[in-house]
């Protein structure tokens, strides 16, 4: 008896005093199973060993306080500690610098980690994203060095340069195939129609893809990577975001967004994963009064799906990406008297719908002539529509108007298919070689004859040489036809070279080359407001561009620093712009300008130190446009911007809190804009569009296991508009500003995770 009640009082004892240590994966917050901890208490008496369970937990009982602990795993950095006092504790642990996660695919004949990569590869993961309450691409890249946002109030959408080039240049992907959108198959995509929700990185690689990805890539790629895979059997995310627009907030006010994602291990070689996200943007009133919105309300809902296989060295997958947009441009009540004397007022309204449907297949493995192959095919399916009705503010009936331009339905629909393989003749020499067929289409009343086509076709090649230990060169080539403008040839090279010391220099040379899209051929757009035209005699744009990255990594003490100088310079021949019509003074048209050029200089710089981490950058790009070769000599030059940026987190361990504060500066951009002098005459002045400075705040935190919350600040410095020189309604006249934001907003995401294995 006495032996049984000694037994319940140690069993009580352990539950009482047992300490739980949980351990989290410091990048991502995720719980980790399987770390090996060891603890040994400083009277030396015994020592032990706990592996940590499926909930990242650690339990410790009857131990004697103060112990020396270390832990060991396969993925993360050891660690080790004194724990003075009994209490319960939670420990970060840092993955190993080569991991899954650190692996990009962008350019790439196999993952392998950035340092690696030939190319300057800049990464946005998931920690970071999470970390910025980010839900669409143009919030992610909203301090992104080089990169430069634009915001259109009428339609509703989000546009960005890089390296000082129009987004026309710059190719959005989803795993490596064009998101097509209503201005092309990839190329000037609205940002805020791409959402995060299922996206593990960003991969954004500055400089001519065009070997690789083809036309339109002179500037670079943004390549969005998602999850095809859990780390358990089961992963459920759902999440809960509300937002204030402005100083704006509530039920009708705001922005509200739900979101749910589901993973799933179906069985060995089987996964499926299908995620849903409802944005609900309320519109932002500002300055306006009555029904009228400065930004107009959307709302959106997205879905995604993947299935894949994967048989011993291979995988093969099918994924849908399904968008619906609603657009809503409210106008201002009218007042309309009936012969009774009732007023029954109106408004003319404006709505956007868009939708659009990817369909895409993938397969990836090891053959026995191949040592990596990889082949998509994708369907995309756009779909916009303008509608503008007379609504009546009493009854709510609405009746299409019928004036010209008033309706109008685009679609765009595109058939892509790729691949490529790889081989290797030696541990010197990889090769790859790949094909590239698009089928383009694009229909509407605003596109010349209701419907216009254009098809390409496109094999390439590039080379991994390993000339010496410590020296790469890569040269590719790419031969493209276009069903419009003939064949064309397109080479690349890049050099990477290491040196002692972890230092890399990195030199690239890229040939770019871009055709006219349909819509620059063959638009036209007539009503109230626009006379807009497409010209079928323009030609493509051909391109130089020069580049080099010097980076060096080193270590003062505990900290971990990385610096970086990137010079680049582009040229472009016959780029494609609007400019008024030559021949009507009232309309505009796309035209080949003569010469565009940018130059830039940047610096970067990266520390990590215990629980800081660290970024800053400055970059100074200069614009040259010269319009026609007989332009004037005074303005024969480059215009300069400065940027900055900066990122700081801050993990406070003891409070399981991150603090992140993520900063950029926009410098101020010159540039030329025609205008009418005095006497009526069309003449070429300088324009100046204001800088401004941009800040956000945030708060990470995880707890009760399963629940991570985001609060944040955006835009803390309250920038809504910023004055441009070059918006005016007559000669040289000023007052016009360009949106930023609709102001100050603060945020808080909630997001519920439940992992089962």
């Known amino acids: 008896m006495r032996s049984a009640i000694i037994l319940i009082f140690i069993l009580i004892c352990s539950t009482v005093f047992g300490q739980k240590i949980t351990l989290r994966d410091q990048t991502t917050g995720d719980l980790i199973e399987g770390v090996a901890f060891m603890f040994q208490p400083l009277n030396g008496t015994y020592s032990g060993q706990v592996i940590s369970n499926n909930l990242g937990v650690v339990e410790l009982k009857l131990i004697d306080f103060p112990i020396v602990i270390k832990t060991q795993h ?77 915001q259109d109030l009428a339609i509703g959408s989000s546009g960005i340069s890089m390296q000082g080039i129009s987004g026309q240049n710059v190719k959005i992907l989803l795993d490596g195939v064009p998101l097509v959108n209503r201005n092309g198959n990839g ?63 509530g039920a009708d006010e705001g922005k509200h967004i739900q979101s749910i994602d589901v993973r799933q291990q179906i069985a060995k070689q089987w996964f499926g994963q299908i995620g849903v996200l409802h944005n609900d943007f309320k519109g932002f009133q500002g300055n306006q009064t009555g029904r009228p919105r400065e930004w107009n309300p959307k709302e959106q809902y997205q879905g995604n799906a993947l299935l894949r296989f994967s048989p011993e060295n291979h995988s093969i997958y099918y994924r849908l990406d399904y968008l619906d947009e609603t657009i809503n441009d409210l106008g201002k009540s009218n007042n309309n008297y009936l012969p009774s004397g009732e007023n029954q007022p109106f408004a003319i309204d404006e709505k956007y719908l868009t939708q659009r449907a990817i369909h895409h297949i993938q397969a990836e493995g090891k053959l026995p002539f191949l040592s990596r192959y990889n082949a998509f095919a994708s369907y995309s399916d756009f779909e916009r529509i303008k509608r503008k009705v007379s609504k009546n503010l009493v009854t709510g009936e609405e009746q299409l108007t019928t004036a010209n331009g008033d309706q109008d339905v685009s679609t765009y629909n595109v058939w892509e298919f790729g691949g490529a393989g790889y081989l290797s003749f030696s541990d010197k020499i990889d090769l790859q070689t790949g094909y590239n067929v698009s089928f383009e289409k694009v229909g509407g009343g605003r596109i010349q004859e209701g419907e216009q086509e254009i098809n390409d076709l496109a094999i390439y090649g590039s080379l991994e040489w390993k000339m010496a230990e410590n020296i790469l060169v890569r040269p590719g080539l790419r031969l493209a036809s276009n069903s419009a403008f003939g064949t064309q040839l397109v080479p690349s090279a890049q050099i990477k070279k290491s040196f002692e010391g972890n230092a890399d220099l990195r030199l690239s040379y890229g040939r770019g080359y871009r055709a006219p899209s349909v819509r620059e051929l063959y638009f036209e757009f007539v009503d109230s407001n626009h006379r807009i035209f497409g010209n079928e005699n323009l030609t493509p744009e051909f391109s130089h561009h020069l580049s080099s990255n010097f980076t060096k990594s080193y270590e003062v003490g505990n900290a971990k620093s990385e610096a970086a100088i990137n010079l680049f310079y582009n040229t472009i021949d016959d780029q494609i712009g609007i400019a008024q019509s030559a021949s009507d003074a009232t309309a505009t048209t796309y035209v080949n300008i003569d010469k565009y050029k940018t130059l830039g200089l940047g610096v970067n710089q990266k520390m990590e130190w215990e629980k800081l981490k660290t970024s800053f950058g400055i970059s100074y790009v200069g614009r040259y446009n010269r319009l026609d070769e007989n332009q004037q000599n005074d303005l024969n030059k480059f215009f300069y911007t400065p940027e900055l940026n900066g990122n700081i987190q ?84 000023g007052g016009a500003s360009v949106p930023v934001s609709y102001g100050r907003s603060y945020f808080i995401k909630l997001n519920y995770n439940l992992k089962l294995k």
């Open 187 to 249: 190329n000037a995509a609205d940002l805020s129609q791409i959402n995060l929700n299922n996206i593990e990185r960003i991969e954004i690689v500055e400089g001519p893809m065009a070997v690789n990805y083809g036309a339109n890539a002179l500037a670079g790629v943004i390549n969005l990577i998602s999850y095809k895979d859990a780390q358990n059997t089961t992963e459920i995310s759902v999440g809960i975001q509300e937002e204030t627009v402005g100083s704006e907030f």
């Open 650 to 733: 801050y993990d406070w361990a003891a409070i399981g809190t991150k603090i992140n504060v993520f900063y950029k500066y926009t410098g101020a951009l010159r540039n030329y804009i025609f205008s009418e002098n005095t006497a009526g005459e069309q003449e070429v002045t300088i324009g100046e569009v204001e800088g401004y400075h941009w800040l956000d705040l945030t708060l990470s935190k995880t707890f009760f296991t399963h629940f991570d919350m985001v609060f944040g600040a955006r835009n803390l410095l309250d920038i809504q508009r910023i004055n441009n020189s070059g918006v005016s309604g007559g000669t040289h006249s």
């Open 74 to 150: 396969v993925g993360y950095q050891s660690y080790s500690d004194t724990l003075k006092t009994s209490k319960d504790y939670l420990i970060h642990l840092m993955p190993k610098k080569v991991q899954l996660g650190d692996f990009i695919v962008t350019g790439q004949f196999n993952p392998q980690s950035a340092e690696q990569s030939v190319f300057t590869v800049k990464v946005i993961d998931r920690e970071e994203i999470k970390a910025r309450g980010a839900v669409s691409l143009s919030e992610a890249l909203s301090n992104t060095l080089n990169i430069r946002a634009s």
